[in-house]
């Protein structure tokens, strides 16, 4: 299944080799131009039956982990998060260490050797560790080196009725929707751009639209889904199995309105079941679309992923299926109604 | 000019809403501009041609700019009562909004309520919500939808010398900009009159109306705080002190040629002035000053009281002295001397 291979894929913010090969070699068979540009950005062309307009599918590639910055005379080796990760989800977690995937744990004291005010305290990352079973500093340094990306060793398979479990659904779903999308011809020019470097500021994105210069940008992404306990029914962001989330601001840029009233429309017409997201923090890849020259029209839609940036994410099968389809509706809707914008 | 500052004052246009301020403003400005248009972000770029254009070259292009946008709320959550949840647009505090009211694009009015609190300070977004009147969600939804913004409440009150209203931040300036256009005449270059959308989320038009116009002087025209009022904090601006000249805020420090430029001219035409240095908030002269390879920008200032609350308040003198200032900068960098810096 293509995206438990991209959700398996190793790729923190700036070093999505693994993740942008994995992704080119699937859609090679159905575009018309593929680049590589300067920073790691993965520009795919299928050009239109027209191609008068250019419209831009874009999902980053990287994903939130951890990175090798020290290793001491044991061996262990430190970390800092590669990305917004919280530290108290990672104790006694199995990692996957630099791009030859060395299996590493993360860490913890047993229980038998814990102070009582140890209990009462989460662990922060700077007494975190990885133990990739090295005796000493000297074999560590064979294995890997200063800079090497760590990522969660979680399997992607299916949780329950309808769900499935993963990694770095955020955003490889995007990814996933965005590799869908191409394989279909339409009348404008369809530009797959799979970002680098979201997870630490947006920074693909912007350099990505800057040359593509799209007429219309549509942002595939993944999403808080808190409808969990303590937080009340306003609080959430999105629920999973209501569909997939339209956003229509977040903290990094107000969604073009008609774009966002074509995704309604076209969901709504079709039957597809949609929610509107209902908070407005975080920033996504729009932020840096958005603004690009003389600015170009841009809307997110967004995946329901709880527990997003911990080691496994849960989402809604149904939801997957849906935003796939509503992606490719809304594509649809372009050929047929022409580009609102 | 007081019957302008009320209906710009009173128009609709939070960040990301700008629909209706923008046509009122579009009716006001069309008599002066040569061209009009609307850019992918909603900025309303009014070109002003030059009287002739200079000989042998090409009329260079000058950059004035004022934000249209205001701050206030956007619907996040309607529940099964009909109560509304919402975030802020722009920099808003919540203790601003108990007793207020919002009014949404379709004349929709909502109140503001809390839930329980033990202490007021424990006053967050978040324990709020907002009452349109409607009795149950079905009734709400049918008012406003998800993503629908809201604007203060604020009666336009005419002091005198002062004037009090919402959203005088920033279309005090806006009004600044239109007497200018209506004054100023350029003679050798152009002159591109931008009322921009979305500052107060990050200063996020004026980057892309910059980017679109290649801009060789940028000016921005925005409001700043002042210390003139009981036990405020020293601040060198007072209400009634003139048109307020920036030296430096957090988005920019103004270029020392269109700085001194302004001097210049408020010293040549006796126009009012004080000098700014802000240490918090920004105008969109920041954005405008790192577009492409950089462009010259400064920034003239509007003094306004109680700034981002429901009723700011500015001076007529003040606002006066800031036409006067913009005309004069904008006649100068026109001319064929360019001010010095085209």
């Given amino acids: 299944m293509l995206l438990a291979q991209l959700s398996e894929a190793a790729g923190i913010s700036g070093q999505e080799a693994e993740v942008r090969a994995l992704i080119r070699s699937e859609i090679t068979p159905y575009v018309d131009e593929i680049r590589v540009d300067p920073i790691g950005n993965l520009i795919a062309v299928k050009r239109g039956r027209k191609g008068d307009r250019r419209v831009m599918l874009a999902a980053h590639m990287d994903e939130v982990g951890l990175m090798v910055v020290g290793i001491d005379a044991d061996g262990l080796l430190h970390v800092e998060a590669a990305g917004g990760v919280d530290p108290r989800v990672l104790v006694s977690k199995l990692v996957y260490v630099g791009a030859d995937r060395r299996p590493g744990v993360i860490g913890s004291k047993p229980i038998h050797l814990l102070k009582a005010e140890d209990m009462d305290r989460a662990t922060d990352m700077d007494s975190l560790y990885v133990d990739i079973g090295a005796r000493n500093k000297e074999d560590a340094e064979k294995l890997v080196k200063l800079g090497d990306q760590i990522v969660f060793a979680t399997r992607c398979e299916p949780l329950g009725e309808g769900f499935l479990k993963g990694k770095a659904m955020d955003d490889r779903v995007g990814c996933y929707a965005i590799i869908e999308a191409l394989k279909k011809q339409h009348d404008f020019d369809l530009v797959g751009a799979f970002t680098v470097q979201e997870e630490v500021g947006l920074r693909g994105a912007g350099v990505a639209a800057y040359r593509v210069k799209p007429d219309l940008a549509l942002v595939l992404e993944g999403t808080t889904a808190h409808d969990l306990t303590e937080t009340p029914e306003h609080g959430y962001s999105t629920v999973p199995g209501r569909g997939p989330a339209i956003v229509y601001r977040d903290a990094s840029w107000v969604g073009d309105r008609r774009i966002v009233d074509r995704l309604i429309q076209t969901a709504e017409a079709a039957g597809v079941p949609y929610q509107i997201k209902r908070t407005v923090t975080g920033g996504t890849d729009a932020g840096r679309i958005g603004p690009t020259e003389s600015g170009v029209p841009v809307a997110v839609m967004s995946m329901p992923c709880r527990y997003i940036h911990s080691p496994v994410s849960v989402i809604c099968a149904d939801d997957l299926n849906n935003y796939v389809k509503l992606a490719g509706l809304f594509l649809d809707s372009l050929d047929e109604r022409g580009l609102p914008v | ?342």
């Avoid at chain 2, 975030?87 to 009211?101: C, D, I, R, Y």
């Fill in chain 2, 1 to 342: 000019m007081k019957d302008l500052v009320k209906k710009l004052s009173q128009g609709f246009g939070p960040s990301g809403s700008e629909d209706q301020i923008r046509s009122i403003i579009r009716s006001e400005v069309e008599q002066y501009a040569d061209e009009i248009r609307v850019d992918a972000m909603g900025n309303l770029i009014c070109r002003v041609a030059p009287k002739a254009a200079a000989s042998g070259s090409a009329p260079k292009r000058i950059m004035v700019d004022a934000h249209m946008d205001e701050i206030g709320i956007v619907v996040s959550y309607i529940d099964d009562k009909g109560f509304v949840r919402f975030s802020p647009v722009g920099g808003l505090s919540p203790h601003v909004l108990l007793g207020q009211k919002v009014v949404f694009a379709d004349g929709t009015v909502g109140v503001f309520g809390t839930e329980k609190l033990d202490d007021i300070k424990d006053l967050k977004f978040d324990k709020m919500f907002i009452d349109i009147g409607a009795r149950d969600r079905a009734e709400a939804q049918a008012k406003v939808g998800i993503g629908d913004a809201a604007a203060m409440v604020g009666s336009f009150a005419d002091m005198g010398v002062r004037v009090s209203g919402k959203a005088m931040d920033d279309r005090i300036a806006c009004l600044v900009l239109i007497e200018a256009m209506r004054r100023a005449r350029p003679q050798v270059h152009e002159v591109y009159y931008v009322f921009a959308v979305q500052e107060e989320l990050g200063l996020r038009g004026a980057r892309t109306a910059a980017y679109g116009i290649n801009p060789d002087v940028g000016i921005a025209v925005d409001v700043t705080l002042w210390g003139d009022t009981p036990e405020h904090a020293p601040f060198n601006v007072s209400l009634g002190g003139g048109a307020a000249i920036k030296a430096k805020d957090a988005s920019l420090i103004a270029h020392p040629a269109v700085k001194n430029l302004m001097i210049d001219a408020a010293e040549k035409n006796g126009i009012p002035y004080q000098l700014e240095v802000l240490e918090r908030g920004g105008t969109d002269a920041g954005a405008i000053a790192l577009t492409r390879e950089g462009v010259p920008s400064g920034t003239i200032s509007v003094p306004c009281r109680y700034v981002h609350t429901p009723a700011e308040m500015v001076d007529m003198g003040d606002v006066d002295a800031c036409v006067r200032l913009l005309t004069a900068v904008v006649e100068e960098l026109a001319s064929p001397g360019g001010g010095g810096i085209l």
